[in-house]
């Protein structure tokens, strides 16, 4: 979904530390969108390789090289080892289900190997819609789908914990799943139907986590409880699905108040459980790892099946790093070794001074070896992974841990950014591709020059794509690094100067030269640019800046100017505060603004040294209406309205026409005009009945053609949208977690 703080998810940028605040897009249900695409289109995603949070990976444990990763914002995918990618398995949930693109738990069944399950749910806030079960019969081809009373939190607090969905051991017909705020359910028909589980001692709160992990330990269940105080139990365990109780000795105090992970070794009959003082992935100070005795006996002594707790935790967070910071962090992932009795890896989480690291044992948790300390990284294939830096790291938010079952060697791990794997325990990539998650805010697809596209996104600032089947060789723009870009603009006449705006720790504006590939940062800067980096504009001729702020919590603040590439800046006072700033693509004097609060449009004719303000009554009260001007043309701009539709002027803002082909209109953009057409074609995210889908347009917006189809949906992409200038029909779509996805007509 949309975020309208710093960071997506919060994920830290190489030196950036900000924190997240999230929003909802704000529209009305609509129908979904149905019927066959016209005419036909074949889509791909442009390769950046990962960028998000991975927040569980699952290896089947009867099938050699399946394998299912979930992602907290951008759906699931099963790996396909033979092509040696990810499979997006849930583009086809469309516009009104973008809540679903939030993955909570996934589940495969050992005795059925074409059994998936996914449990899905972004946000559990009231403007968020209720969660869904889908099940599928052949590895995430095809799905059948059940609609839940309660709300899931694939993108909350806690996302990386265990899974919270469980196919139960002794009956493939029953699931278990774990909910933040309602409970346990229970299924008894394969996820078909759902009731709340009887005798399970957790009591569920509005605000609580709930039972954070669900994991067998061969016909014993058991759930980790993620409310406890850390004095109350938070495991508890039933042996015949009936009957709950909480599991003697467990450990207590605030190293081990969540339980965060849980791995059974089926060969010494050990349940490892990693645990935090707080769900993470971020928030963690504190952490241990510890191992159940699990097995039949129920004696006091020790040993296999006695029941005894031990503490096997690889460091005790708490220490002093070498400058002198805290080593403060929690215990992530943990997964067993399904060959190899008691050797197993586990991996520290949001441990920021030291930096995470996977822990490796062989002996039951006796000893530990880092891996961090003798690993080699590739990030060849994905370079921005380097963060502007020499050198990559190894991994922060690492919560998704797993080990093949198949090769004792094959560990893979997701961070903020991506999913690294090793075949040696030493020399690790990113084994990425196929899985794309970026949250986009910005696209351009330059007239000239060699980059197609240039992008500006969520945590990994903004981008130059040389091609679009390979992830950008350049890495992220840096002079400075961004996190989050928040503005992105090309001089129309002038397409080789760029500039670009986001939140960084070492300046929060640039410029370039070439086309984007390569910045300079602005020699100065407005003191609030640090908090409240909002849009950028540049005239036609790179002469003129207009920069706006808005700080992530929604707070607006006058634009500032500049004629000298940001050396010194200048306030406009009759600048609508926050208000995103439009350049006219023909005349350098012209720039526009829409003031969303009182729906109207502003112009200035002075190269933006004035405002004065033109139509009004335009609508009013969503930050997101957009404005955008047609490309070649002087006063030739677009409004898009959300559901209130498609407005029109050819006055430079003095009047508009709202049109009547188009229903709701949320994002617009412009690509090369068809053949014997004299007007840009015209790409719309939006609806011209009931369904809400990508349109384009070659006659000026009086008919519309949809161009997607059910397949490709991708949730949300209300952000933005842009057709090629160079390619007709091809058209670049923004979006909230899938990454950029493109068209070209077959």
Known sequence: MLSSGPSRRAVLAATAATAAVTAVPSFPAVAAAAGSPSPSYRWRQVVI?????????????????????????????????????????????????WNLLGVEAMAVDPAHPDRVYLALGTYTQSWAGNGAVLRSEDRG??????????KLGGNEDGRGTGERLLVDPRDSDTLWLGTRHDGLLKSTDRGATWATASGFPGTPSGSGQGVTLLVAAGRTLY???????GTTPSLFRTSDGTTWEAVPGQPSGISAKVPIRASYDCHTRELY??????????????????????????????????GTWTDVTPVKPGGTTSDGSADTFGYGGVSVDARRPGTLVVSTNDRWAAGDTVYRSTNG?????????????????????????????????????????YDSKHIVYGTGATLYGTRDLKHWAPQIRGLEETSVRHLISPPTGRAHLLSGLGDVGVMYHERLTASPSRGMASNPVFGSATGLAQAAAKPSYVVRTGFGDHGNGAFSNDGGKTWEPFATQPALAKDAPGPIATNTDGSVLLWTFVHWDGTKYPARRSTDNGAVWSEVPTFPKGATPVADPVDPKRFYAYDTDTGTVYASTDGGLSFTAGATGLPSGDTQ????????????????????????????????????????????????????????????????????????????????????????????????ISGDPRVYGRVYIATNGRGIQYGDPV
């Open 49 to 97: 390789g990962g960028t998000g949070f991975v927040s569980g990976v699952l290896f089947h444990p009867s099938v050699r090289g399946l394998a299912y990763a979930r992602t907290d914002i951008g759906g699931a995918y099963r790996w396909d080892d033979r092509s040696a990618r990810w499979i997006p398995l849930n583009d086809d949930l469309g516009w009104d289900d």
């Open 273 to 306: 459980v990693t645990y935090a003082d707080a769900p993470g992935p971020n928030g963690q100070a504190d952490g241990s790892v510890h191992k159940l005795a699990a097995g039949k006996g129920k004696g006091k002594g020790k040993g296999k099946g006695s």
């Open 141 to 150: 081809a095809t799905w059948a789908r059940t609609d839940l009373t309660v």
């Open 223 to 229: 759930a980790g409880w993620g409310d406890s105080d």
């Open 625 to 720: 209406f957009e404005l955008v001007a047609a490309p070649g043309r002087v006063g030739d701009l677009w409004l898009s309205a959300k559901w209130n539709g498609l407005y029109r002027s050819t006055d430079g803002g003095a009047t508009f026409t709202k049109l009547t082909s188009c229903r709701a209109s949320y994002t617009l953009g412009f690509g090369k005009a068809a053949e014997g057409a004299d007007y840009p074609a015209l790409y719309l995210v939006g609806s011209t009945e009931s369904s809400t889908a990508v349109y384009r347009s070659d006659d000026e917006a009086k008919t519309w053609v949809r161009i997607n189809d059910d397949r490709h949906q991708w949730g949300w992409t209300g952000e933005t």
């Open 365 to 405: 948790g006796r000893t530990w070896t880092s891996l961090k300390d003798s690993a080699v990284l590739d990030v060849s294939e994905t370079p921005f992974l380097t963060f502007g830096a020499d050198q990559p790291k190894f991994g922060w938010w690492i919560q998704a841990l797993a080990l093949d079952p």
